[in-house]
């Protein structure tokens, strides 16, 4: 029998993991001579007290979306993608090069061209830290990391001496052109006659993000392919005895993984700055392995874990405007989710797990 | 049914001084009662056997002894003295040494190494390892026990590897030996070897507790035998004053039918033909050498020998995935067609819907994902069947369903789909791959160690699908480290023996002594290679 | 098989020699300059050996050379103590090697995910106390004095200068580092002396190996692992210091810059023993003080972008780690928390 009911599982321990975090980092502004209630205050009212607000925060959100997504398809196929940030910064790359170089008159044809370009850069990037593990056996850990620092040096190549345009001094690409922005979302409530979120970044690739939780769920609980993913990732020998291929799934399951991480791209690439700039994906990749582990690796979870981040990251940058304290705050309690729910989860499900037992021991005697 | 009380009370030496003594040890772990009131009395310098199914408890009883648990209630005293045996630190102390299943070496140190790891005489190596160095030489003259100090122990041979683990024991000056399934990965021979070893140091005067549960073993070697059933002891006995049939009724609580009930075979044409099949592995070693064979419709080839010595490569190859990096030659038809033994077409998926079904040998690695449902696992290595399937989709209804109805055949308990493999006892996991594989009816099954871990009553069903699947003029190629189960099933009995089949045998035809002879590697005529063993050099009119 | 393990110490010697046949004098100070750039690296490599050779995975090594090089900074501007500054340096990443330990030992956690969240701690948690305490906007105030470690000149250092070949190395290499350099060197054949000579060397080796041949010998896995990861703090504790105390003058944000993934990536390249952890460090170290020398390397037929000689160790590690030059094969209980089995 299992010592816990599931609801516990899946919503207690990451909630008492968070309240953890959040505890923690109250101590921590306590300690730096600030009140944690008006930090909370400050927060809330930034990122949730207005549709400004609220704009950013589904901003960030969506970045956090797929690079959550991203974590959880490889965590699947028992894979740890620590390489979203890289695999975000070449799907940026992947977006510059197809709104500069390929005529797109219109958003409409613009955006599944980027996301072709997207996905298959972030692909890409993927691919061999995947080949690497599944031919080879190099952990995909230090590749990954590797390939993130590759990356950022490979980037920085690409647009101080390939795309910079003559003349500017600053590394990055030009603009796109006007006709492939897309619709923000603010421009989409003026459209309908509401005043809503006005000069927030928010655009239409919130809805793509929403639809990429229900594909991924259908991807890995309704389809053999998912099904495959998901044996891999449980055992492999087992898998070899049914007749999954260990490599072919691995490469795949790293090849979508890289592919939702570029996806992100979409959002803060073409829906936000509009040109490829240094260092554009900001951590976004690295939180997704907090999202992913905060949302017990489901896109339900996920969705609600990248609100809350994107919550954190809004309030946090109000928090760095209006009182001492530096958004780095958001690092740090990113650090303490990754570590109550994802290093230190023993800590917190073992006494849950005794109380449980206690209780469904009680209601034996009882009985 | 004997009373397990009058066995109990009729231990006429309980007064000689005993090495062990427990007194009401339990032990539970979260739900699961593992050690139920547990007494036991060993005498000093006697060999004591503790016999008990697959999850009986000896293993925890043992661990209690040695401080890897600590016991929910009871007193354990040595020689004579309670004591409280809080870490392994202690039981050594108190003069007990064990010889785990799984052994406990570090495979890149060497022999020496092993020895002195925990009692190492001060803070650097070198005296400790020339001390050791003399001792070993003294202990191995003594007790017979060679190896070479300075090997490293992954280049050693399993029995090799046990005799490091006794000599650790020894080095600690254990005074009381724990035995844990020693022989499972022994030849006869190594095993005949380890009880001479046995032997030996019982008439120096030390006490050994051997784990087993093999009763063959125990009527052998030891003088008295304590039989352990669903977490208590339910008789200790002298092994001269019982028999085999009454232990096995003690350890399952019932009359047992040692052996299976069949009709004879009625074999039909050949189904599976394989010829001069070799296997090189990635590390260059000889893992198949030139091995011949058929199975015909209708009947079950037992393929006997010590673990490791080739049958895992075949069920592989045969299932369709061999080992990575393998170099193989011959052939293999299947109903006539030759199967891919490389490349794209040596596929398990495609093996499958050839019609070759595969019990694997272990099923909590290979057999079933533990961590998924019941009737998830129904599907596993099957998920590309079409009624599995619509489209891109999985039809997971059908396969619910379809789990549900094995689930009832099988009398697999409980009786819940839902539940997690793991949560399901060793013989009900197996059942759930049986049914699984028997029930898609293949022409050829595959079925390696189908009942190790499992409880007697589940090894009973499964024998008799097995049977059945036959009956029904399937081909069966099985593979069982038992002997027992080998010669109760199978029609013909093929050894293997590194790498080669060393001989053909005919079950009512030969006895354990002469197969052990066989998997031990003495070959049939005076060291000449035995030919190829085909159904055809068989004499005729058996079946 | 010697020809093999000695084949980065063959490199690093080789571009040694070349480039001082080259350009003598640029090459000294290039070497000088990979000597004290190679040392955090070095450090926190054998601390990483340490904790890896104890089966505890530890890519937390950047965070916490962080942390120690801000506290370690912190504390030598508030007392004007190079030395009290080390001392907190180790105190500082010790805490981050406790909390690493809690997870992995204790509570049997994922010790990758541990290390990812202990970079973030760092990196947020050295941001967020440096800006409130000093308030510029994560650094620490400039070191001066007895703030900082100083070059210490090893005797004979100037008679000697003269003499051909040797002379140069030593004054102007050997002679002039800071004492944390001599440590860091040092650490090297204490470490192999350590952890192949000694009881505690063959009972970390063992339960990196097989913890429970460690176990069943009645000595405590935990207790092992503990040490381990604490030695590996205080190692890391010294690399950050040195970072914030010896190599430059004071802390600055992210000043770790990848640093303790290039000693990752050194102790994958050193397969795990101390002295090829030497030599791969000096490599990486060399690669770093040439891009720095000559940010576009001109090598006649083509210039190479100082993006790619940053990127090197990275590519180098990939490269490792694929198996195409002699397969690293990392202690078999790397990585995995220890239970007990029936």
């Not at chain 2, 593992?34 to 006697?46: C, E, Q, T, W, Y």
């Not at chain 2, 094995?406 to 789909?417: C, G, I, L, S, T």
């Not at chain 2, 090894?459 to 069982?480: C, N, P, T, W, Y």
């Not at chain 3, 509570?107 to 970079?119: K, P």
């Amino acid at each position: 029998m299992d010592k816990m009911p599931k609801w516990a599982d899946v919503i207690l321990t990451p909630l008492i993991s968070l309240i953890l975090a959040m505890g923690i980092s109250a101590l921590v502004i306590l300690a730096i001579g600030e009140s944690p209630w008006e930090a909370l205050t400050t927060m809330v009212e930034g990122a949730l007290g207005s549709s400004y607000g609220w704009g950013f925060t589904l901003y960030y959100a969506t970045n956090f979306i797929f690079t959550g997504l991203a974590v959880m398809v490889a965590y699947h196929a028992a894979l740890f993608n620590i390489g979203g940030e890289g695999q975000a910064a070449m799907g940026g790359l992947g977006v510059a090069l197809v709104l500069l170089y390929l005529p797109l008159p219109h958003w409409g044809l613009a955006l599944p061209a980027a996301m072709i370009g997207a996905a298959l850069f972030g692909a890409a990037w993927a691919f061999i830290p995947a080949i690497l593990q599944a031919k080879r056996g190099s952990h995909i850990v230090i590749t990954t990391i590797m390939f993130n620092f590759i990356a950022a040096a490979a980037l920085n190549y690409v647009l101080v001496n390939l795309l910079r345009p003559v003349g500017s001094m600053d590394p990055a690409s030009a603009r796109f052109p006007d006709a492939t922005n897309l619709p923000s979302l603010s421009e989409i409530a003026a459209g309908l006659g509401m005043d809503w979120g006005r000069n927030t970044p928010v655009n239409v690739t919130f809805f793509l993000a929403v639809l990429a939780c229900v594909l991924v769920w259908a991807l890995i609980w309704r389809t053999r392919l998912g099904y495959q993913i998901r044996a891999l990732g449980k055992s492999e020998p087992g898998a070899v005895y049914a007749g999954i291929n260990p490599v072919r799934i691995t490469v795949i399951a790293m090849l979508i993984s890289g592919g939702l991480a570029g996806l992100m791209a979409i959002n803060n690439v073409m829906g936000e700055s509009e040109r490829l700039v240094l260092n554009a994906v900001e951590g976004a990749g690295f939180i997704g392995i907090a999202v992913a582990l905060m949302g017990r690796n489901h896109p339900f979870g996920i969705f609600l874990a990248a609100l809350l981040f994107g919550f954190l990251y809004q309030g946090g940058g109000e928090l760095a405007l209006w009182t001492s304290i530096p958004r780095e705050l958001i690092i740090v309690i990113q650090a303490l989710v990754i570590l109550f729910t994802g290093a230190l989860d023993n800590m917190v499900r073992m006494p849950l797990e005794r109380v449980f037992l206690a209780a469904r021991r009680n209601k034996g005697a009882a009985r | 049914m004997v009373a397990a009380g009058n066995l109990m009370g009729g231990r006429s030496d309980a007064a000689a001084p005993a090495a062990i003594e427990l007194r009401g040890i339990s032990k539970a772990f979260g739900p699961v009662q593992a050690n139920r009131d547990i007494n036991l009395h060993v005498p000093k310098g006697s060999i004591h056997g503790i016999i008990g199914e697959n999850g009986a408890g000896k293993s925890t009883l043992m661990s209690i002894l040695y401080g890897f648990y600590k016991p929910d209630a009871g007193e354990i005293l040595v020689n004579g003295r309670p004591i409280t045996i809080a870490d392994s630190q202690t039981a050594i102390r108190a003069g007990i040494g064990m010889v785990f299943q799984h052994f406990k070496l570090v495979q890149n140190f060497t022999v020496l190494e092993n020895i002195i790891l925990g009692v190492e005489d001060g803070a650097l190596l070198r005296p400790s390892l020339s001390k050791a160095r003399g001792v070993l030489k003294r202990l191995a003259a003594e007790y017979q026990l060679n190896v070479d100090p300075d090997e490293t122990v992954e280049n050693l041979s399993v029995g090799h590897q046990q005799r490091v683990e006794i000599l650790k024991a020894l080095y600690r000056q254990a005074d009381i030996l724990i035995l844990d399934e020693p022989t499972g990965v022994l030849t006869p021979a190594e095993a005949d070897h380890l009880f001479r070893i046995l032997e030996g140091l019982k008439a120096e005067g030390k006490t050994i507790i051997l784990i087993t549960h093999k009763l063959r073993e125990i009527m052998e070697i030891t003088d008295n035998v304590s039989v352990m059933r669903r977490g208590e002891m339910v008789a200790s006995v002298r092994t001269a004053e019982t028999s085999p049939e009454q232990l096995a009724e003690l350890m399952v609580g019932r009359k047992v039918l040692l052996n299976v009930q069949k009709a004879p075979a009625r074999p039909q044409a050949p189904v599976l033909e394989v010829r001069d099949l070799a296997m090189v592995d990635a590390e260059g070693v000889e893992r198949l050498r030139s091995i011949s064979f058929d199975i015909r419709a209708g009947e079950i080839l037992g393929l006997a020998g010590v673990s490791g010595n080739g049958q895992t490569q075949l069920l592989e190859i045969l299932g369709g995935y061999p080992p990575k990096g393998a170099r193989i030659s011959g052939t293999v038809r299947m109903n006539g067609a030759p199967l891919p033994l490389s490349g794209r077409g040596c596929d398990a998926g495609q093996r499958r819907r050839d019609g070759i079904g595969h019990i694997p040998e272990d099923r909590q690695v290979e057999g079933l994902i533990m961590d998924f449902a019941a009737w998830e696992n129904v599907a596993f290595g099957w998920h590309d069947a079409p009624e599995f399937n619509k489209g891109w989709v999985m039809d997971n209804d059908a396969i619910r369903r379809d789990a549900e109805a094995k689930m009832e055949r099988f009398d697999v308990r409980p009786r819940d789909a839902n539940l997690a493999a793991r949560n399901f006892s060793g013989g009900n996991q197996q059942k759930i791959v049986v049914a699984r594989e028997i029930e898609r009816n293949p022409d050829l099954l595959l079925i390696g160690q189908p009942t190790r871990g499992v409880d007697i009553g589940a090894i009973e069903f499964i024998h008799k699908q097995i049977v059945a699947l036959r009956d029904a003029g399937k081909a069966i190629l099985l593979v069982s480290v038992e002997l027992d189960e080998i010669l109760s099933l199978s029609d013909r009995v093929a050894v293997m023996f590194d790498g080669r089949i060393m001989g053909e045998r005919l079950p009512g035809q030969t006895t354990t002594g002469e197969l052990g002879l066989l998997m031990a590697g003495v070959t049939d005529s005076d060291g000449v290679p035995p030919g190829p063993a085909r159904v055809t050099d068989l004499p005729e009119g058996r079946a | 098989m010697i020809l093999k393990d000695s084949l980065i110490a063959v490199i690093v010697l080789a571009i040694c020699v070349i480039w001082a046949l080259a350009d003598g004098a640029a090459a000294q100070q290039g070497i000088g300059s990979a000597l004290r750039l190679m040392t955090p690296l070095l450090l926190a490599c054998l601390a990483g050996l340490y904790s890896e050779r104890a089966g505890v995975f530890d890519i937390g090594l950047e965070g916490k050379m962080l942390m120690a090089a801000f506290t370690a900074a912190s504390v030598a501007y508030l007392t004007g103590s190079a030395w009290l500054g080390l001392a907190a340096g180790i105190a500082g990443s010790l805490s981050l090697s406790l909390i690493h330990g809690l997870a992995s030992i204790t509570f049997m956690g994922n010790q990758l995910i541990s290390g990812v969240a202990i970079n973030f701690l760092a990196s947020g948690l050295t941001v967020l106390v440096g800006q409130n305490a000093f308030g510029l906007g994560g650094r620490t105030p400039a070191l001066t004095g007895t703030g900082r470690f100083q070059p210490i000149t090893l005797p004979f250092a100037e008679t000697l200068r003269g003499v051909p070949v040797l002379g140069p190395i030593y004054s102007g290499l050997i002679s002039g580092q800071t004492v944390l350099v001599y440590v860091a060197f040092a650490m090297v054949p204490l470490t192999w002396w350590v952890l192949f000579r000694t009881r505690f060397g063959l009972r970390l080796r063992a339960v990196g190996e097989n913890p429970a041949s460690v176990d069943t010998a009645g000595v405590s896995v935990t207790r092992l692992r503990y040490t381990a990861v604490a030695i590996c703090g205080v190692l890391t504790g010294i690399a950050g210091a040195y970072l914030a105390t010896g190599l430059s003058a004071g802390f600055v944000k992210e000043m770790t810059a990848g640093r303790g993934f290039i000693a990752l990536a050194a102790l994958i390249f050193a397969k795990w023993r101390p002295w090829q952890a030497l030599f791969a460090t000096f490599l990486f170290g060399l690669l770093e003080a040439i891009a720095n020398l000559y940010p576009n390397l001109d090598l006649g037929i083509i210039t190479v972008p100082s993006m790619f000689m940053n990127a090197l160790p990275y590519i180098l590690t990939v490269v490792i780690l694929a198996g195409f030059v002699g397969r690293a094969i990392p202690p078999r209980a790397g990585g995995e928390p220890y239970v007990k089995e029936r």
